[in-house]
């Protein structure tokens, strides 16, 4: 089976879950470049050189899908024919709609008040939260099946990822000041 | 894993067989040439023993060009055709190069500044290019035979301009080369096999016109950068520009302006393009000397036969130039905040370039991470020991010792440009490279048949703040109705992290692609066209050069297929393995005669009709690694 028709899952010689072993990711990884990367295959044909580009490409794309939870989990709901719908689908659970209200307040009021430790309040808040959907993520991927549910825990997952990166960029502005 | 190492006998190919190679520092300073002799990377000498070559080249009157110590002494008294720092200029138009005051006369041109010298107007890619042949000819000379190829560095916060545009200067010195990699992270190679080091680093690496930050991760021979951050119009320079201005104000040679001292001084006709260069000689001097003693005078006696002469202490110093270590300082925590990580899991701070050896800069680096740097290697000459030994494996002298990779990233983000000027990124910073990425967009007016593609490089919303690297069209699109149309833009960065961008209607298949390239560089005629006269001047025969080229790559591409053939000839079924073996016939027969032509179409035919021999090899060396690693996993 060629490289390129294998899931990444396959590629790296893991198992296609949700809950994943990093550490063997990431020397699967490393193992999986040191036998396509270009510097390997300088001194090859052309043919080589072009097919080594192509395998490194696809090796750095199937590693970053794999080593971030959400895009993992979007990748196993592809697999199994399910479409997260990050873009087209918004509709969320009442309670989480509402916990995301308190936290924009909270990240205005932070920003305003250019309070370093109001941030790291709120990222302790979400982290805590992001841990409890990739638990609830595992289970309805790798325990039940569920790929309709993980879909949605996934679109929520993409939220708290945003208001992350939100965060982020309220940090950088006070690096810079 | 040892740089040090001697190879142990009949390790390394035969020294007839060994392949020459370099690594080449092209600093905004200073240059370097190194190479790997007998297992050991090696910096090389001039005949009078000197490493660097100061990055300076001089138009000389009568015709001729100097370069190095000999045009360094002519960059006060011929200030305007003695052109220091071009690494400055390198991939920048007119706006950036005219940001600070320098004794040039800029000409404006597509893309890139051009130079007015006595020797006509030249690119910055023309003077880099004096510079790398230089390098060239001592390494040749030093090594006994041409080169096989060069690892050429470049800061790690390069754009995709100012890489492309090194690449081109050193295709017009006559180096073929084998990659562009990224200084720190060539730094890092040569620090991290010396030391045999394991874990979390930082490379700190302030330059003479450029600074960059990468975090990177060593594991068993990986090099993995996790990110990278920098500002590629910092550097030594500015630092003494601070002791100029400061000068010029304190003793009030500079008259009241706007602007700073040194513009006003040199409107003012007061400060001449000779002065200035004096100035920042002696700036640079009373830096060096602060280092090691407490208070240096500067002293400079300018045309008008003012003396300008006072003492600078190091606080002094400290205080003019904070902020400009505040913005390196700055540039690192975010390095550290992209790569998700606290200062206290990085083990060791190492520091590269002439800069670093600031005391400022010591202590700020120091206390930022909250241990000593890591300084036992010489900060001018590890860029290019690491270079040397990533040549050294590129052109195939690889040793038993020689299991390690470099994984790099971009440092800056890839987009193209979308309704109402803003940025639509495709590629974000610190993507691991080589990388490609895919995006589909849409015509947004009935029956629209063309749609301009805009590439930008930078980290900001609008594309104004970003900068432009091409411009192209997709033309021939069927008229569709408005949104109808599937455009998928693809752009890929090779290894050297250099872009290309294509772009295709899926419906309707229409193509166009772009090496992202001639909207600011030279073009390849322009290229061609300079190594043409070049050749030309040193009485070479281009058609014989060519040939020698096809010959060259016809011999490697047959040794390499004979080697894969011995390796892998057991996936091929007979029918592909007689179609392969016609096509070695063929380039082995057209080889041995001279028709360029011949040779050229033959090495296509057979590296076209090996793709798929090729893809399965890959296959199988990635299931050997794989299984190698289990193997490794339960102890065996």
Same mark, same amino acid.
């Given at each position: 089976?060629?490289?390129?028709?294998?899931?990444?899952?396959?590629?790296?010689?893991?198992?296609?879950?949700?809950?994943?072993?990093?550490?063997?990711?990431?020397?699967?990884?490393?193992?999986?470049?040191?036998?396509?990367?270009?510097?390997?295959?300088?001194?090859?044909?052309?043919?080589?050189?072009?097919?080594?580009?192509?395998?490194?490409?696809?090796?750095?794309?199937?590693?970053?899908?794999?080593?971030?939870?959400?895009?993992?989990?979007?990748?196993?709901?592809?697999?199994?024919?399910?479409?997260?719908?990050?873009?087209?689908?918004?509709?969320?659970?009442?309670?989480?709609?509402?916990?995301?209200?308190?936290?924009?307040?909270?990240?205005?009021?932070?920003?305003?008040?250019?309070?370093?430790?109001?941030?790291?309040?709120?990222?302790?808040?979400?982290?805590?939260?992001?841990?409890?959907?990739?638990?609830?993520?595992?289970?309805?991927?790798?325990?039940?099946?569920?790929?309709?549910?993980?879909?949605?825990?996934?679109?929520?997952?993409?939220?708290?990822?945003?208001?992350?990166?939100?965060?982020?960029?309220?940090?950088?502005?006070?690096?810079?000041? | 894993?040892?740089?040090?190492?001697?190879?142990?006998?009949?390790?390394?190919?035969?020294?007839?067989?060994?392949?020459?190679?370099?690594?080449?520092?092209?600093?905004?300073?200073?240059?370097?040439?190194?190479?790997?002799?007998?297992?050991?990377?090696?910096?090389?000498?001039?005949?009078?023993?000197?490493?660097?070559?100061?990055?300076?080249?001089?138009?000389?009157?009568?015709?001729?060009?100097?370069?190095?110590?000999?045009?360094?002494?002519?960059?006060?008294?011929?200030?305007?055709?003695?052109?220091?720092?071009?690494?400055?200029?390198?991939?920048?138009?007119?706006?950036?190069?005219? #940001?600070?005051?320098?004794?040039?006369?800029?000409?404006?041109?597509?893309?890139?500044?051009?130079?007015?010298?006595?020797?006509?107007?030249?690119?910055?890619?023309?003077?880099?290019?004096?510079?790398?042949?230089?390098?060239?000819?001592?390494?040749?000379?030093?090594?006994?035979?041409?080169?096989?190829?060069?690892?050429?560095?470049?800061?790690?916060?390069?754009?995709?301009?100012?890489?492309?545009?090194?690449?081109?200067?050193?295709?017009?010195?006559?180096?073929?080369?084998?990659?562009?990699?990224?200084?720190?992270?060539?730094?890092?190679?040569?620090?991290?096999?010396?030391?045999?080091?394991?874990?979390?680093?930082?490379?700190?690496?302030?330059?003479?016109?450029?600074?960059?930050?990468?975090?990177?991760?060593?594991?068993?021979?990986?090099?993995?950068?996790?990110?990278?951050?920098?500002?590629?119009?910092?550097?030594?320079?500015?630092?003494?520009?601070?002791?100029?201005?400061?000068?010029?104000?304190?003793?009030?040679?500079?008259?009241?302006?706007?602007?700073?001292?040194?513009?006003?001084?040199?409107?003012?006709?007061?400060? *001449?393009?000779?002065?200035?260069?004096?100035?920042?000689?002696?700036?640079?001097?009373?830096?060096?000397?602060?280092?090691?003693?407490?208070?240096?005078?500067?002293?400079?006696?300018?045309?008008?036969?003012?003396?300008?002469?006072?003492?600078?202490?190091?606080?002094?110093?400290?205080?003019?130039? #904070?902020?400009?270590?505040?913005?390196?300082?700055?540039?690192? #925590?975010?390095?550290?905040?992209?790569?998700?990580?606290?200062? =206290?899991?990085?083990?060791?701070?190492?520091?590269?370039?002439?800069? *670093?050896?600031?005391?400022?800069?010591?202590?700020?680096?120091?206390?930022?991470?909250?241990?000593?740097?890591?300084?036992?290697?010489?900060?001018?000459?590890?860029?290019?020991?690491?270079?040397?030994?990533?040549?050294?494996?590129?052109?195939?002298?690889?040793?038993?010792?020689?299991?390690?990779?470099?994984?790099?990233?971009?440092?800056?983000?890839?987009?193209?440009?979308?309704?109402?000027?803003?940025?639509?990124?495709?590629?974000?910073?610190?993507?691991?490279?080589?990388?490609?990425?895919?995006?589909?967009?849409?015509?947004?007016?009935?029956?629209?048949?063309?749609?301009?593609?805009?590439?930008?490089?930078?980290?900001?919303?609008?594309?104004?703040?970003?900068?432009?690297?091409?411009?192209?069209?997709?033309?021939?699109?069927?008229?569709?109705?408005?949104?109808?149309?599937?455009?998928?833009?693809?752009?890929?960065?090779?290894?050297?992290?250099?872009?290309?961008?294509?772009?295709?209607?899926?419906? =309707?298949?229409?193509?166009?692609?772009?090496?992202?390239?001639?909207?600011?560089?030279?073009?390849?005629?322009?290229?061609?066209?300079?190594?043409?006269?070049?050749?030309?001047?040193?009485?070479?025969?281009?058609?014989?050069?060519?040939?020698?080229?096809?010959?060259?790559?016809?011999?490697?591409?047959?040794?390499?297929?004979?080697?894969?053939?011995?390796?892998?000839?057991?996936?091929?079924?007979?029918?592909?393995?007689?179609?392969?073996?016609?096509?070695?016939?063929?380039?082995?027969?057209?080889?041995?005669?001279?028709?360029?032509?011949?040779?050229?179409?033959?090495?296509?035919?057979?590296?076209?009709? *090996?793709?798929?021999?090729?893809?399965?090899?890959?296959?199988?060396?990635?299931?050997?690694?794989?299984?190698?690693?289990?193997?490794?996993?339960?102890?065996?």
């Amino acid at each position: 089976m060629s490289v390129l028709s294998r899931n990444h899952f396959e590629l790296f010689g893991l198992p296609v879950r949700f809950e994943i072993d990093t550490a063997a990711l990431d020397a699967a990884y490393r193992g999986v470049q040191g036998a396509v990367h270009p510097d390997r295959h300088a001194g090859g044909t052309a043919a080589d050189r072009r097919v080594a580009m192509q395998l490194a490409t696809h090796a750095n794309e199937a590693y970053r899908t794999l080593r971030d939870p959400a895009r993992r989990g979007a990748y196993l709901c592809a697999l199994a024919g399910v479409d997260v719908e990050f873009e087209s689908n918004t509709a969320m659970p009442a309670q989480f709609l509402m916990q995301q209200i308190e936290w924009r307040e909270a990240l205005d009021d932070a920003r305003a008040a250019r309070s370093a430790a109001g941030l790291q309040a709120l990222r302790e808040g979400l982290e805590e939260a992001r841990d409890a959907l990739l638990a609830r993520l595992a289970r309805a991927i790798d325990a039940d099946g569920d790929y309709v549910e993980a879909a949605g825990d996934l679109r929520q997952m993409m939220f708290l990822d945003r208001f992350s990166a939100e965060i982020d960029d309220a940090e950088e502005r006070l690096l810079e000041a | 894993m040892s740089l040090m190492q001697i190879s142990e006998p009949g390790m390394s190919p035969d020294p007839h067989q060994r392949r020459l190679a370099v690594g080449i520092d092209l600093g905004t300073t200073n240059s370097l040439v190194a190479t790997v002799r007998h297992g050991i990377a090696e910096v090389i000498d001039d005949e009078q023993g000197r490493s660097l070559l100061p990055s300076i080249v001089h138009y000389r009157a009568g015709g001729g060009v100097d370069v190095g110590y000999e045009a360094g002494e002519q960059a006060a008294a011929d200030a305007r055709d003695t052109i220091v720092s071009v690494k400055r200029f390198m991939g920048r138009g007119l706006a950036d190069a005219t #940001r600070v005051k320098t004794p040039y006369r800029f000409v404006d041109a597509p893309g890139m500044v051009r130079i007015r010298t006595r020797a006509g107007d030249k690119s910055p890619v023309e003077v880099s290019a004096e510079i790398l042949a230089v390098l060239r000819e001592r390494a040749q000379a030093a090594l006994g035979g041409e080169l096989v190829g060069a690892v050429i560095t470049v800061p790690a916060y390069f754009d995709d301009a100012q890489r492309q545009a090194t690449k081109d200067a050193a295709k017009l010195a006559g180096l073929n080369v084998l990659r562009l990699i990224n200084e720190p992270t060539a730094a890092a190679v040569a620090y991290g096999l010396d030391n045999a080091a394991e874990g979390l680093y930082a490379v700190y690496d302030l330059g003479g016109g450029t600074f960059d930050i990468s975090i990177l991760r060593l594991t068993k021979g990986v090099f993995e950068v996790i990110a990278t951050g920098g500002d590629s119009a910092l550097g030594g320079d500015d630092f003494d520009r601070r002791i100029v201005e400061w000068a010029l104000r304190e003793t009030g040679v500079a008259p009241a302006g706007d602007g700073t001292a040194l513009d006003a001084a040199i409107d003012a006709g007061v400060v *001449t393009p000779g002065d200035l260069r004096a100035m920042m000689v002696e700036a640079r001097r009373c830096k060096e000397h602060l280092t090691d003693e407490p208070v240096a005078t500067f002293s400079v006696q300018l045309s008008d036969t003012t003396r300008v002469r006072l003492p600078v202490t190091r606080e002094r110093f400290d205080e003019l130039t #904070r902020d400009l270590l505040e913005r390196t300082l700055l540039a690192t #925590r975010r390095a550290m905040r992209d790569a998700q990580l606290r200062v =206290s899991e990085i083990k060791g701070a190492v520091l590269v370039g002439g800069s *670093t050896r600031m005391p400022q800069v010591r202590r700020a680096v120091a206390e930022l991470f909250g241990k000593p740097p890591l300084v036992d290697l010489d900060p001018d000459k590890v860029v290019a020991l690491g270079a040397a030994v990533q040549a050294n494996l590129l052109a195939g002298n690889r040793s038993a010792d020689d299991e390690w990779l470099l994984l790099d990233v971009i440092p800056l983000s890839l987009g193209i440009e979308t309704m109402g000027g803003l940025v639509e990124r495709l590629i974000p910073r610190n993507s691991t490279i080589p990388v490609a990425r895919a995006q589909e967009f849409t015509t947004f007016r009935d029956g629209q048949t063309a749609m301009a593609i805009h590439v930008v490089q930078g980290e900001r919303e609008l594309v104004a703040d970003c900068r432009s690297l091409a411009r192209f069209e997709l033309r021939g699109i069927p008229p569709m109705a408005a949104g109808a149309a599937r455009i998928r833009v693809t752009f890929q960065v090779d290894a050297d992290g250099l872009l290309s961008v294509s772009a295709r209607e899926q419906s =309707s298949g229409v193509e166009a692609s772009i090496a992202v390239k001639p909207s600011y560089g030279l073009s390849d005629e322009e290229i061609a066209s300079m190594l043409k006269s070049s050749f030309a001047a040193a009485g070479d025969d281009m058609r014989m050069r060519a040939l020698r080229e096809q010959q060259v790559e016809a011999d490697r591409l047959l040794e390499a297929m004979r080697a894969a053939l011995a390796a892998d000839g057991d996936l091929l079924p007979p029918p592909e393995r007689a179609a392969i073996d016609e096509l070695v016939e063929r380039l082995a027969k057209a080889r041995a005669g001279d028709d360029v032509g011949a040779i050229r179409g033959a090495l296509d035919a057979l590296s076209r009709g *090996t793709d798929a021999f090729a893809a399965r090899r890959m296959d199988r060396s990635i299931a050997q690694a794989l299984t190698g690693r289990s193997l490794d996993d339960v102890g065996l």
